[in-house]
């Protein structure tokens, strides 16, 4: 992922994420330092790049779960808390949107889960603007499972945080995973479309 050239870094962040389905569960020990390398990628202002490197974050957050010392969650929290990069933080809180989506159960079960992930959702609310509304959506994603938690905060929000919150998030379609499902969709058709294609080519070799 590091070579210069566009087409390379693509295919190479290609290859990676279908090794991170593969391996599923077993990729977790390089799941943080994956994440770390890739974000030098997202944060780069050419398009394929940051697309590349985005696709296997999200390869990760989506078949890799998470262990109960939410590696993958402080590594996906610490970068929307603490970069430099507005860009990018944004995108991270996206992220912890579809991690929490993907998590099972008996994770979300534990309350250190959600003591752990909830301040970095109140962090994003004091953020800029395009921040702050990616934080929203993931205050409201808790909110639905955890509203003895969040109702604290919602009380100490100003009036016109508070007002946009409640008028445009709250109880409202997350847009990241509506675009996720979107993805996944059209994924699906060109994996069904590729299958069809092969079946064509080899009946006209027979």
């Not at 050419?46 to 490197?53: D, F, M, P």
């Amino acid at each position: 992922s590091k070579d210069p050239r566009t087409a390379v870094q693509r295919v190479s962040c290609e290859a990676l994420s279908k090794i991170i389905r593969r391996w599923n569960k077993d990729y977790l020990r390089y799941a943080p330092k994956t994440i770390e390398k890739m974000y030098e990628l997202v944060r780069i202002n050419v398009l394929i790049t940051s697309q590349s490197g985005t696709g296997v974050i999200r390869s990760i957050v989506k078949v890799v779960p998470d262990s109960r010392r939410f590696t993958i969650m402080e590594s996906l929290g610490n970068e929307a808390t603490t970069s430099k990069f507005q860009d990018l933080k944004a995108t991270c809180f996206d992220f912890l949107c579809l991690y929490l989506s993907k998590q099972v159960p008996a994770l979300k079960g534990e309350d250190e889960f959600w003591t752990k992930l909830l301040p970095y959702a109140e962090a994003g609310l004091k953020d800029v603007a395009n921040v702050r509304d990616s934080a929203l959506w993931l205050f409201s994603m808790i909110q639905q499972e955890r509203m003895d938690l969040t109702l604290p905060v919602i009380k100490q929000m100003g009036d016109h945080l508070k007002s946009r919150y409640e008028k445009d998030f709250q109880n409202k379609p997350v847009p990241y995973l509506s675009e996720e499902q979107k993805l996944k969709e059209e994924e699906e058709k060109s994996a069904a479309a590729g299958v069809g294609t092969e079946k064509r080519i080899a009946h006209m070799r027979k």
